[in-house]
């Protein structure tokens, strides 16, 4: 099932973890319309940085989420929020930053930059959290900080 003209709702489902764990990871039908508003935000970042994206996380329902040591008030079993590399437009650094300043034209709720042992990746949700603050945030092992900081 396509989502947008560049994103399959397989794409957002996908999961490694999922599989070997016998997960299954089918989103219920409510939470379509948000996968559709996810498809289409990433629609938007893609002609942005004009390369394709690769989504590593996306749906995840509570019992994955919980498998893959997520909060459970993460907005990806809420069908909000999806994880992606580029490696066509350079690092996530690279491209959290390009992002950033663009939060309200391209209809980014919320924009971090994650990280953890060498691993780095984008996470983008379509809604906001209540403390603007939150909005654009730097999130590794060492902690969470405020905007975008580059990782090496
Ligand atoms: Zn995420």
């Not at 996968?35 to 994955?64: D, F, K, Q, W």
């Not at 379509?126 to 092992?141: F, G, K, S």
Request: hydrophobic share 40%.
């Amino acid at each position: 099932m396509q989502l947008s003209p560049h994103f399959a709702l397989s794409e957002l489902v996908a999961s490694q973890k999922a599989a070997q764990l016998g997960i299954d990871n089918t989103p219920p039908p409510e939470l379509l319309p948000r996968l559709v508003r996810v498809a289409e935000m990433l629609e938007r970042i893609r002609s942005t940085l004009n390369v394709p994206i690769t989504v590593t996380s996306g749906y995840r329902c509570n019992a994955l989420n919980t498998a893959v040591g997520s909060r459970n008030t993460s907005d990806h079993p809420q069908g909000h929020a999806v994880d992606f590399v580029a490696p066509g437009f350079g690092t996530p650094t690279e491209i959290a930053k390009i992002l950033a300043p663009l939060v309200d034209a391209l209809g980014i709720g919320q924009i971090l930059l994650e990280g953890v042992k060498g691993k780095q990746w984008v996470h983008v949700s379509t809604h906001a959290p209540e403390n603007a603050i939150n909005r654009v945030l730097t999130i590794t092992d060492a902690g969470t900080v405020p905007g975008i900081i580059g990782l090496a």
